[in-house]
């Protein structure tokens, strides 16, 4: 076992002492939009409708926007527990990246026979995404300017110029470094359309207010309880305060949170992703790490950190402690673990060195949806009027408005190049009950971090988890 670069030049304690004295345990995007988030009403009394959305997340925005364009003389509401954007939609990094499969590698383990396929449909999803929120004046500090992934170790510099994707770059040392300033970055790929960065709160926010201004009717602090129906009867969703909708067609887009729908309830896993912001960067030292093409951060470890500024120019630094917590349970305490955001901060110095001084203003957690297969799939029930999607396992931000053409499309009965992909036909194996779960999610990180001490070297767990379908490779 070699350490890594993290562990050989390690900042000191007092470094890592001032940088968090004072932050505070909040998302910074939730908290920069506080004052102009609207509230929407509690649904109350009995509500018949055509289409009923569960979930006010991106899924759900994006669907309940779909479905009434395309039929606008329908009723359709969106049902939210408690506010719109709240978890991970207004939670992550901002990073509305092109692929839709977690990854090409990811993808060519699955579905070979459709790589290009996905690619270039993953590729069209963004150019769409950018079209809709310029078209409509959406301002959610959209930037469109590329991936650059780097490597921090030896080994890793071995991994570059594997892709076959037109779009990717290979970059040496000094052509990484002149993107952006690092003594740990030893070589990277550049991919200048394949991420854009956004900010996620807002993106929310301008999603619902464009649902609202095409006739949705947003509902916030309204837990849906119950799920019946039948294939020939309408569905209907029993609410947390008595009420009760009664919808032709349901969407059901809770991401994370339990399925409504028995049969999906071991298909995600909630995994803990803890996140630190700067403050605002001085000029002077935005100057010292260059960054002036603002692109989308990640690096190539098993454990990656991911990062980008902000359009005031904090940098966002998150990822690499993912954490499971035994029995699979969604806390607000689970957001304040200081050893997983100091260890963050210990690997901020080290790769940005120049920057000792800055302190971090914020810092946070947030339940990702994991899947086995690390990317969303799509079930149904009551003979397709109820579409369910889950399982993006972080890369939601994109892959959501996918998912919400699926969705459309198979309530239209369509059968387009979507409806027909393995990807989205496909279901995912499901997790195993406790203690299995935590046992073998454990046995996930201890080996990615073997692998991570061993010259990115699988052991024979990874390799079987690999042949079974549950393997990973972003």
Same mark, same amino acid.
């Given at each position: 076992?070699?350490?890594?670069?993290?562990?050989?030049?390690?900042?000191?304690?007092?470094?890592?002492?001032?940088?968090?004295?004072?932050?505070?345990?909040?998302?910074?995007? %939730? +908290?920069?939009?506080?004052? /102009?988030?609207?509230?929407?009403?509690?649904? =109350?009394?009995?509500? &018949? *409708? #055509?289409?009923?959305?569960?979930?006010?997340?991106?899924?759900?925005?994006?669907?309940?926007?779909?479905?009434?364009?395309?039929?606008?003389?329908?009723?359709?509401?969106?049902?939210?527990?408690?506010?719109?954007?709240?978890?991970?939609?207004?939670?992550?990094?901002?990073?509305?990246?092109?692929?839709?499969?977690?990854?090409?590698?990811?993808?060519?383990?699955?579905?070979?026979?459709?790589?290009?396929?996905?690619?270039?449909?993953?590729?069209?999803?963004?150019?769409?995404?950018?079209?809709?929120?310029?078209?409509?004046? %959406? +301002?959610?500090?959209?930037? /469109?300017?590329?991936?650059?992934?780097?490597? =921090?170790?030896?080994? &890793? *510099? #071995?991994?570059?110029?594997?892709?076959?994707?037109?779009?990717?770059?290979?970059?040496?040392?000094?052509?990484?470094?002149?993107?952006?300033?690092?003594?740990?970055?030893?070589?990277?790929?550049?991919?200048?359309?394949?991420?854009?960065?956004?900010?996620?709160?807002?993106?929310?926010?301008?999603?619902?207010?464009?649902?609202?201004?095409?006739?949705?009717?947003?509902?916030?602090?309204?837990?849906?309880?119950?799920?019946?129906?039948?294939?020939?009867?309408?569905?209907?969703?029993?609410?947390?305060?008595?009420?009760?909708?009664?919808?032709?067609?349901?969407?059901?887009?809770?991401?994370?949170?339990?399925?409504?729908?028995?049969?999906?309830?071991?298909?995600?896993?909630?995994?803990?992703?803890?996140?630190?912001?700067?403050?605002?960067?001085?000029?002077?030292?935005?100057?010292?790490?260059?960054?002036?093409?603002?692109?989308?951060?990640?690096?190539?470890?098993?454990?990656?950190?991911?990062?980008?500024?902000?359009?005031?120019?904090?940098?966002?630094?998150?990822?690499?402690?993912?954490?499971?917590?035994?029995?699979?349970?969604?806390?607000?305490?689970?957001?304040?673990?200081?050893?997983?955001?100091?260890?963050?901060?210990?690997?901020?110095?080290?790769?940005?060195?120049?920057?000792?001084?800055?302190?971090?203003?914020?810092?946070?957690?947030?339940?990702?949806?994991?899947?086995?297969?690390?990317?969303?799939?799509?079930?149904?029930?009551?003979?397709?009027?109820?579409?369910?999607?889950?399982?993006?396992?972080?890369?939601?931000?994109?892959?959501?408005?996918?998912?919400?053409?699926?969705?459309?499309?198979?309530?239209?009965?369509?059968?387009?190049?979507?409806?027909?992909?393995?990807?989205?036909?496909?279901?995912?194996?499901?997790?195993?009950?406790?203690?299995?779960?935590?046992?073998?999610?454990?046995?996930?990180?201890?080996?990615?971090?073997?692998?991570?001490?061993?010259?990115?070297?699988?052991?024979?767990?990874?390799?079987?988890?690999?042949?079974?379908?549950?393997?990973?490779?972003?």
């Amino acid at each position: 076992m070699h350490p890594t670069i993290f562990e050989t030049h390690r900042p000191t304690e007092q470094t890592l002492d001032q940088a968090l004295a004072d932050t505070k345990l909040s998302c910074f995007w %939730l +908290d920069d939009v506080a004052d /102009r988030a609207p509230r929407h009403p509690e649904l =109350n009394g009995e509500q &018949q *409708v #055509d289409d009923a959305i569960v979930g006010g997340g991106f899924a759900g925005l994006w669907t309940a926007i779909k479905l009434k364009t395309e039929h606008p003389e329908r009723r359709v509401v969106l049902i939210e527990a408690v506010r719109v954007g709240w978890a991970a939609s207004g939670r992550n990094g901002g990073f509305c990246e092109a692929s839709i499969t977690h990854g090409e590698p990811n993808a060519e383990s699955r579905w070979p026979n459709e790589t290009g396929t996905l690619r270039r449909l993953g590729y069209e999803n963004l150019d769409a995404i950018e079209r809709f929120i310029a078209e409509h004046e %959406l +301002d959610v500090d959209f930037e /469109r300017n590329g991936a650059l992934s780097v490597a =921090n170790e030896a080994y &890793q *510099v #071995d991994w570059l110029g594997e892709s076959d994707d037109p779009h990717v770059v290979t970059l040496d040392r000094d052509e990484t470094q002149a993107r952006i300033k690092s003594p740990t970055f030893l070589g990277g790929e550049f991919s200048p359309t394949e991420n854009a960065n956004v900010h996620p709160a807002k993106l929310a926010l301008e999603l619902a207010r464009h649902a609202a201004d095409i006739g949705v009717e947003l509902y916030e602090g309204s837990p849906v309880t119950d799920i019946s129906g039948s294939a020939e009867t309408p569905i209907r969703l029993s609410i947390k305060n008595g009420s009760a909708v009664t919808a032709e067609r349901v969407a059901l887009c809770t991401n994370v949170f339990p399925s409504l729908l028995k049969r999906y309830r071991f298909h995600t896993i909630p995994v803990y992703d803890y996140v630190l912001v700067t403050e605002p960067l001085t000029d002077e030292q935005l100057a010292s790490i260059g960054w002036e093409g603002r692109e989308g951060l990640s690096d190539l470890a098993n454990q990656f950190h991911y990062s980008r500024l902000t359009k005031d120019n904090r940098i966002l630094w998150g990822g690499y402690d993912a954490v499971y917590h035994a029995g699979g349970r969604i806390k607000r305490e689970y957001e304040d673990r200081m050893e997983s955001h100091r260890k963050l901060a210990s690997h901020f110095f080290t790769t940005f060195p120049q920057l000792e001084g800055v302190k971090f203003s914020h810092r946070w957690a947030g339940a990702i949806d994991s899947s086995t297969r690390f990317c969303a799939f799509f079930g149904e029930a009551y003979g397709g009027r109820v579409q369910y999607v889950s399982g993006f396992t972080g890369l939601g931000v994109g892959a959501t408005h996918f998912a919400a053409d699926v969705i459309a499309d198979r309530f239209e009965g369509r059968v387009t190049e979507r409806t027909e992909l393995e990807m989205v036909k496909q279901m995912p194996l499901p997790f195993p009950p406790e203690p299995a779960a935590s046992i073998g999610v454990n046995m996930f990180r201890w080996s990615f971090d073997r692998a991570d001490h061993n010259g990115g070297k699988r052991n024979v767990f990874l390799k079987i988890m690999d042949a079974v379908g549950f393997g990973f490779d972003s």
